[in-house]
């Protein structure tokens, strides 16, 4: 699975002279931040022309930027009604995390399993102990030869990866900041297990981590 960035073609650029894929991400992660926050509130109707307006930026890349928050059911978007913010909660995010645990405890087999040695640099993108799951629950699973598994934990990412930041987490009620050094000392062992092929051993912390994670809402409620 390549993880550099695609590198735009000419004629991908902006007006304002910035490529159009790294407009287009840069107002995913803006709008997912804001969803997240409760900045665009659940059921709260949207224009596309407003949310371009705010961000100024032209349509496209809102319209681009829409289709992978649809598909992580953060959104939806309405013919005539516009951008809707889904009734999400933080059950929902959990349920990612149990559903990618029972993925690792009992996962499928392909054909051939993968070969694919891990590396940390794979983890520089990420913030949080959500992101650093995601990128090594995922290797698991090529590792595993569970590929479609894998595929599906990694577009999980960029939300589990942003719902465990201070400031999203806090917006949620929850207090991500306690607690925290034990959970990166459990990503710091998996990485290790990960680094020498110890598929069980890596497998153990990853899913000791996912319970962390998805026990931290209801142990550690933030005062606000």
């Given at each position: 699975m390549d993880r550099a960035p695609s590198r735009p073609g000419r004629g991908e650029d902006d007006p304002n002279g910035i490529r159009r894929s790294l407009l287009r991400d840069a107002v995913f992660a803006r709008l997912l931040d804001d969803v997240?926050?409760?900045v665009y509130r659940r059921g709260q109707r949207v224009r596309l022309d407003d949310i371009a307006d705010d961000m100024r930026v032209?349509?496209?890349p809102v319209r681009e930027a829409l289709v992978p928050?649809?598909?992580l059911r953060l959104v939806t978007v309405q013919r005539y009604v516009g951008v809707v913010i889904m009734h999400?909660?933080?059950?929902?995010?959990t349920e990612r995390l149990r559903?990618?645990?029972t993925m690792i405890t009992d996962p499928s087999t392909g054909p051939t399993a993968g070969d694919e040695r891990f590396t940390t640099a794979w983890l520089r993108e990420c913030s949080t102990e959500g992101g650093a799951f995601v990128e090594l629950g995922a290797w698991w699973l090529r590792r595993h030869g569970a590929a479609v598994s894998a595929d599906w934990l990694s577009s999980q990412r960029a939300v589990l990866d942003a719902f465990y930041k201070d400031d999203?987490?806090?917006a949620n009620g929850i207090d991500a900041a306690v607690d925290?050094?034990?959970r990166m000392r459990l990503v710091e062992r998996a990485v290790r297990a990960a680094e020498a092929d110890a598929l069980d051993e890596c497998a153990a912390v990853l899913v000791e981590l996912a319970s962390a994670?998805?026990?931290?809402?209801?142990r550690f409620r933030s005062a606000a």
């Open positions: 997240l926050r409760g032209s349509r496209t928050l649809e598909a999400w909660t933080v059950e929902h995010m559903i990618a645990r999203v987490a806090i925290r050094r034990a994670l998805i026990t931290l809402p209801d």
